[in-house]
């Protein structure tokens, strides 16, 4: 291409910016190519200027009504229109019907805001300003035209939705746990949604107002040792290995079940996987995906035969899950099968070529001719769903104000069930990543492959809305990883590396908009992982999005390296000491994260790594200084940081000082309770270390009955409800 100037207008025009701000400030420039690769990866013609210009003016030509306009219930009600001058406005009527079913009509002559045609702009009309929240259809005629020009007219709330004791200024606090993690004595070796009910009565009880989790989506129930839970198969459907196997309802009614788990033999797996202190997820699938098939068999004859009302809720929830649950399913259930066959199928992408993608006829026929083992994946999803909602519901008995806060991540793994049935909402040869910064001077490339802007807009968002009401299920909050992707992702060309990307641009205001529209509707609070490097451009409209921001302690901090006081944070935000990126509280303070990592040869340049422990050694330093000038450095713990150790009692203080912020709400990691060292994940690595397995080190028994942590959670809900007097 011999002129990028044209090539950097299309960019322009399409959301892909050519320059950005790196982590050191400077200003960046974008190559030529990478804008070239994400061009031609949205399907635009870049084999030379006219032909980049000609598609890029073919698609980008406005309609004379766009496909959608979301409007918040604060904004004039303005509809634009692109009409050439001789089209008469006394032509033009219009029709709007509603989602609750209302029809409005009208004539845009009499509802005429303004017409700015001549030069060259649009035609501007009004609806009415009390129009309901919701999903609306906007027809627009014309005489002698035979069909209307249509727009989705999405109406909005303002900002997202609070819990009245959000709205009432209580600080609340609850605790964070990946699920996996726990430990009980009758789970089977993962923690399950019978471990989580435990957990949420235990937190209750404490004067605790949510659980917060990692990740719940669907993985890859035929390979199981794909266990991140930020790399999912689907952001729609829940990871199967979470189901509690012995509450399922057919677990009393199937004998063969039941002697298989009786077993001397099993029994003793059983005991093992628990007694591990690193989830086996090879060993948890085989001991589940044993029984839940029996259970299935159970469920096929005494209940699907005889069309009982638990038959019914299934069939229910089969016909709600539409085409979505179908794609998962048949996913899993064709993932399985080829996985017997050969045992490197890790993915669709070395799925035999008939079988790559749903809509292959060969895959119709598999569905038609193995319809049995489909419909046990979507029995297996319906368990889920359904013992996650049960979970939800004793929240609410419980009188937790929030219950449950879910985690949505950031994207999907490129070899999951939602790419093998995608029709074009995803880039598919992009991924989304991290531009390079001072921890990773590479960048990060995740292998997600983003949602394609052009698309939404097209669809009229609806794969984003689909998105957000399946995670909206059963919680009183979402947390949205990376919220600042709301904005903008660093598009990475496929194959390329993480530092040859550029910044893609979302439709942020809709975006936020429809967000806001669909927390009110769900009832869920809305947190925004906003970590990293942000732009000015997006704080404020998180703010006036009621989105919580995230504040995490060890990043707050001011130019001379001290400590931000928690009292000082935002009230619109959630606090946290760690996060499951981060090493624990002991681990940090006795800088275990940068031994392993030099272990496991991250650190290649010892001058890094000495400046890494130096600062660290600076950091507690200033923490200690920070909790002795707030009140909260316990009698007898010295003020040099150099011989203090990171001790309960040290820990504790700095939980209740955290406990004092401002933030609406405070997030505490068990394993920072128990004292814990390992973390749960190293960035970075994928087989240096064990990844999301590692368990928490006791029982949620043994947890919820030492003093010392009944102690702390008297003090925490203490310690808060003095902190919201004070605001």
């Keep these: 291409m011999k002129d990028d100037q044209v090539l950097k207008q299309v960019a322009e025009m399409v959301g892909i910016a050519d320059h950005y701000v790196s982590a050191w400030g400077d200003e960046a420039s974008v190559d030529s190519e990478t804008i070239r690769r994400l061009l031609t990866a949205?399907?635009?013609?870049?084999?030379?200027?006219?032909?980049?210009?000609?598609?890029?003016?073919?698609?980008?030509?406005?309609?004379?009504?766009?496909?959608?306009?979301?409007?918040?219930?604060?904004?004039?009600?303005?509809?634009?229109?692109?009409?050439?001058?001789?089209?008469?406005?006394?032509?033009?009527?219009?029709?709007?019907?509603?989602?609750?079913?209302?029809?409005?009509?009208?004539?845009?002559?009499?509802?005429?805001?303004?017409?700015?045609?001549?030069?060259?702009?649009?035609l501007v009309f009004a609806l009415p300003n009390d129009l309901a929240?919701?999903?609306?259809?906007?027809?627009?005629?014309?005489?002698?035209?035979?069909?209307?020009?249509?727009?989705?007219?999405?109406?909005?709330?303002?900002?997202?939705?609070?819990?009245?004791?959000?709205?009432?200024?209580?600080?609340?606090?609850?605790?964070?746990?990946?699920?996996?993690?726990?430990?009980?004595n009758h789970?089977?070796?993962?923690?399950?949604?019978?471990?989580?009910?435990?957990?949420?009565?235990?937190?209750?009880?404490?004067?605790?107002?949510?659980?917060?989790?990692n990740p719940i989506h669907s993985l890859f129930p035929a390979n199981p040792e794909g266990a991140s839970p930020y790399s999912p198969s689907s952001r729609r459907w829940l990871n199967l290995m979470y189901i509690d196997v012995s509450s399922v309802t057919e677990f009393a009614q199937c004998d063969a079940a039941q002697q298989l788990v009786g077993s001397p033999e099993f029994q003793q797996r059983l005991n093992d996987a628990r007694d591990a202190n690193w989830v086996n997820y090879s060993e948890v699938s085989c001991l589940k995906m044993a029984v839940l098939p029996l259970l299935f068999e159970t469920f096929s004859e005494r209940h699907l035969a005889n069309n009982t009302e638990r038959a019914k809720a299934f069939l229910q929830f089969v016909e709600e899950g539409g085409e979505s649950l179908l794609h998962q399913a048949a996913f899993d259930a064709l993932h399985a099968e080829l996985k017997q066959q050969d045992d490197n199928t890790w993915g669709w992408p070395v799925f035999p070529e008939q079988y790559r993608h749903f809509d292959n006829v060969a895959v119709q026929e598999y569905i038609k001719n193995n319809m049995q083992q489909v419909q046990l994946y979507m029995y297996l999803q319906w368990l889920a769903d359904t013992q996650l909602a049960e979970v939800n519901e004793l929240a609410?008995?419980?009188?937790?104000?929030?219950?449950?806060?879910?985690?949505?991540?950031v994207g999907?793994?490129?070899?999951?069930?939602?790419?093998?049935?995608?029709?074009?909402?995803?880039?598919?040869?992009?991924?989304?990543?991290?531009p390079p910064d001072i921890l990773g001077p590479?960048?990060?490339?995740?292998?997600?492959?983003?949602?394609?802007?052009?698309?939404?807009?097209?669809?009229?968002?609806?794969?984003?809305?689909?998105?957000?009401?399946?995670?909206?299920?059963?919680?009183?909050?979402?947390?949205?990883?990376?919220?600042?992707?709301?904005?903008?992702?660093?598009?990475?060309?496929?194959?390329?590396?993480?530092?040859?990307?550029?910044?893609?641009?979302?439709?942020?205001?809709?975006?936020?908009?429809?967000?806001?529209?669909?927390?009110?509707?769900?009832?869920?609070?809305?947190?925004?992982?906003?970590?990293?490097?942000?732009?000015?451009?997006i704080v404020e409209k998180l703010s006036t999005a009621g989105i919580h921001s995230y504040k995490v302690f060890f990043f707050e901090t001011a130019e001379d390296g001290g400590f931000y006081s928690p009292k000082h944070y935002a009230d619109q935000s959630m606090a946290a000491l760690c996060t499951h990126d981060m090493p624990t509280l002991r681990g940090f303070w006795h800088c275990d994260d940068l031994k392993l990592g030099e272990e496991l040869g991250l650190y290649p340049n010892k001058e890094q790594l000495q400046s890494l422990f130096d600062s660290r050694a600076e950091s507690k330093q200033k923490i200690l200084d920070s909790l002795s000038w707030h009140g909260y450095l316990p009698e007898g713990i010295g003020h040099d940081a150099a011989y203090v150790p990171m001790d309960?009692?040290?820990?504790?203080?700095?939980?209740?000082?955290?406990?004092?912020?401002s933030s609406a709400l405070l997030s505490l990691q068990l394993e920072d309770w128990?004292?814990?060292?390992?973390?749960?994940?190293?960035?970075?690595?994928?087989?240096?270390?064990?990844?999301?397995?590692?368990?928490?080190?006791?029982?949620?028994?043994?947890i919820f009955t030492r003093e010392n942590i009944v102690d702390l959670t008297r003090g925490l809900t203490e310690t808060r409800e003095k902190a919201a007097q004070k605001s």
């Design 42 to 122: 949205l399907g635009y013609d870049t084999k030379n200027d006219e032909a980049l210009l000609e598609s890029a003016q073919k698609r980008l030509r406005p309609d004379v009504m766009a496909p959608v306009k979301v409007i918040r219930s604060n904004e004039p009600m303005h509809i634009e229109m692109h009409l050439g001058l001789s089209a008469r406005v006394s032509d033009f009527n219009w029709r709007l019907i509603t989602e609750q079913g209302e029809v409005l009509e009208g004539w845009l002559q009499s509802q005429l805001v303004s017409d700015e045609r001549e030069t060259g702009g649009t």
């Design 133 to 184: 929240w919701g999903y609306h259809k906007l027809e627009v005629y014309r005489k002698r035209r035979k069909s209307p020009f249509e727009m989705t007219l999405i109406v909005t709330p303002p900002s997202c939705y609070k819990q009245d004791a959000l709205l009432e200024n209580k600080k609340l606090w609850g605790t964070s746990v990946q699920l996996y993690s726990i430990r009980t």
């Design 187 to 213: 789970n089977w070796g993962i923690g399950d949604f019978g471990d989580l009910k435990q957990l949420v009565a235990d937190v209750a009880a404490r004067g605790g107002d949510f659980v917060g989790l």
């Design 396 to 409: 609410q008995e419980k009188g937790m104000a929030m219950g449950l806060y879910r985690d949505l991540a």
């Design 412 to 434: 999907v793994c490129d070899s999951g069930s939602e790419t093998w049935a995608d029709h074009g909402a995803l880039c598919q040869d992009v991924s989304v990543g991290a």
């Design 442 to 537: 590479l960048g990060q490339n995740w292998g997600l492959p983003p949602l394609n802007p052009e698309v939404l807009k097209e669809r009229a968002y609806e794969p984003y809305v689909q998105l957000l009401r399946a995670n909206m299920r059963s919680c009183g909050a979402l947390r949205i990883d990376h919220v600042l992707g709301l904005l903008r992702l660093w598009w990475i060309p496929k194959g390329d590396s993480a530092k040859n990307g550029a910044y893609m641009y979302y439709p942020v205001e809709d975006m936020m908009a429809i967000l806001a529209l669909e927390s009110h509707r769900h009832q869920c609070t809305v947190i925004g992982e906003d970590l990293g490097t942000v732009p000015d451009e």
């Design 648 to 661: 309960r009692t040290l820990s504790e203080a700095m939980q209740l000082h955290m406990a004092a912020s």
């Design 674 to 702: 128990l004292e814990m060292d390992m973390p749960v994940n190293i960035p970075g690595t994928v087989d240096e270390y064990p990844n999301w397995r590692r368990k928490l080190s006791t029982t949620l028994d043994d």
